[in-house]
């Protein structure tokens, strides 16, 4: 009798404190989850999250692992609705992952723990992977405005953003010597 005396009062104590964890992600209890994860920007994508992966939040967790926390959002882009959704870590988004008629179209990463498939990271400068801008680089648009998006090398889709001072006018590409002190602020995945 004294067992169930103690239960009923202790049940209802232990569901109020499993209902406190709202941020605890229960699948950093996996195994494969133990040790961390290594992700990285390939042609394929980001890790396992490729363009065969659902654009659901279970689809998008299960693949980047349990370092970061999903929040998911609708917008307008181009006149058309996309899903997104950002991947936090320390309450900062790391990645924004978008996607159209549930399919990956876009993994835009500002982790500094993340790398791509050729080792390059943010912060890593201009003049580390190119010589020049011409032939690999546009002035970025939208909400890139105002950077410089370039085409890594041999890749169709890995883009790397750099950012940087210049006091030039908006929608041209600064001179390679202004360029050479831009860093990679983004390392965008597009298919």
Same mark, same amino acid.
């Given at each position: 009798?004294?067992?169930?005396?103690?239960?009923?009062? +202790?049940?209802?104590?232990?569901?109020?404190?499993?209902?406190?964890?709202?941020?605890?992600?229960?699948?950093?209890?996996?195994?494969?989850?133990?040790?961390?994860?290594?992700?990285?920007?390939?042609?394929?994508?980001?890790?396992?999250?490729?363009?065969?992966?659902?654009?659901?939040?279970?689809?998008?967790? +299960?693949?980047?692992?349990?370092?970061?926390?999903?929040?998911?959002?609708?917008?307008?882009?181009?006149?058309?609705?996309?899903?997104?959704?950002? +991947?936090?870590?320390?309450?900062?988004?790391?990645?924004?992952?978008?996607?159209?008629?549930?399919?990956?179209?876009?993994?835009?990463?500002?982790?500094?723990?993340?790398?791509?498939?050729?080792?390059?990271?943010?912060?890593?400068?201009?003049?580390?992977?190119?010589?020049?801008?011409?032939?690999?680089?546009?002035?970025?648009?939208?909400?890139?405005?105002?950077?410089?998006?370039?085409? +890594?090398?041999?890749?169709?889709?890995?883009?790397?953003?750099?950012?940087?001072?210049?006091?030039?006018?908006?929608?041209?590409?600064?001179?390679?010597?202004?360029?050479?002190?831009?860093?990679?602020?983004?390392?965008?995945?597009?298919?």
């Amino acid at each position: 009798m004294n067992t169930r005396r103690i239960l009923i009062c +202790a049940i209802p104590l232990l569901l109020s404190g499993c209902a406190s964890f709202s941020s605890f992600q229960w699948s950093s209890l996996a195994p494969w989850n133990w040790f961390g994860s290594d992700l990285s920007v390939t042609e394929q994508g980001l890790g396992t999250l490729t363009t065969r992966t659902p654009l659901t939040s279970e689809g998008i967790s +299960a693949a980047i692992g349990s370092d970061y926390h999903l929040r998911e959002g609708m917008k307008m882009q181009d006149g058309e609705v996309v899903r997104y959704f950002e +991947a936090l870590k320390d309450n900062k988004v790391m990645l924004v992952i978008s996607g159209d008629k549930g399919s990956l179209a876009r993994i835009v990463v500002t982790d500094p723990e993340v790398s791509s498939n050729a080792g390059v990271q943010i912060g890593a400068p201009f003049s580390g992977i190119f010589d020049k801008a011409q032939g690999h680089c546009l002035a970025g648009t939208g909400d890139e405005r105002g950077n410089v998006d370039c085409t +890594a090398p041999g890749s169709q889709h890995i883009h790397y953003v750099f950012s940087g001072e210049w006091q030039g006018p908006e929608g041209l590409i600064p001179p390679d010597e202004t360029l050479r002190n831009w860093t990679v602020a983004q390392i965008v995945w597009v298919r």
